[in-house]
């Protein structure tokens, strides 16, 4: 294996997220030890996604069919929509196993700096599943961020007209977090979404 494979595979790993330079590097050399255990399935892993993994028509979530599994199953079709930014959103959402219906995720949020508008995200087919799927509730489970919000208010006006009901996640202090660790803006929030005990 020449040095310039080396170094190409080792540019690649850099830019996953999370990775640097010095981390990819290191990733690569383990990877080269492990020849046998973790490269091979590794490469197979990979070449069968990339062959295989595609975007899911309904909700845009990241499956092996045109439907993934949870747009697929009969169970999931509560009346509820929780609303994601990204995929990794949906998937920490499942991982909680706590939310029961479908998924809907934009692909970003609007962001005037970015040049990001309605149209660039997944926006217009949330709308037209609403009619489709009898939906009684939106949840919006967007980042607690400025694009975020404006992104959780526009999609509550385009949808106003639909008789809808629209919730959005609570926010504040996160279970097992301290006040001494928290920034201003979590507090804030915090305080305002008090409840009564």
Request: contains cysteine; glycine residues 10%; hydrophobic residues 45%.
């Amino acid at each position: 294996m020449s040095a310039d494979r080396l170094e190409e595979l080792i540019a690649l790993m850099a830019r996953l997220p999370g990775l640097g330079p010095r981390s990819a590097r290191r990733a690569v050399l383990h990877l080269i030890k492990k020849r046998g255990q973790l490269m091979a399935p590794l490469a197979q892993a990979l070449a069968e996604v990339a062959a295989s993994a595609r975007d899911c028509v309904v909700c845009g979530n990241v499956g092996t069919q045109d439907r993934c599994e949870i747009c697929a199953d009969p169970r999931r079709a509560t009346g509820e929509i929780c609303v994601v930014e990204d995929v990794a959103d949906l998937w920490a959402m499942e991982r909680a196993g706590v939310f029961k219906g479908r998924y809907h995720v934009l692909g970003g949020t609007l962001s005037a700096l970015d040049a990001v508008g309605p149209e660039d995200l997944r926006i217009p087919q949330l709308i037209a599943r609403l009619g489709e799927e009898e939906v009684t509730e939106v949840i919006l489970a967007l980042g607690a961020t400025l694009d975020g919000q404006t992104t959780g208010h526009y999609i509550a006006d385009e949808i106003a007209a639909a008789g809808v009901a629209v919730s959005s996640l609570a926010q504040g202090v996160p279970v097992g977090g301290e006040l001494d660790y928290l920034d201003d803006g979590t507090i804030t929030a915090a305080l305002k979404a008090r409840k009564r005990l």
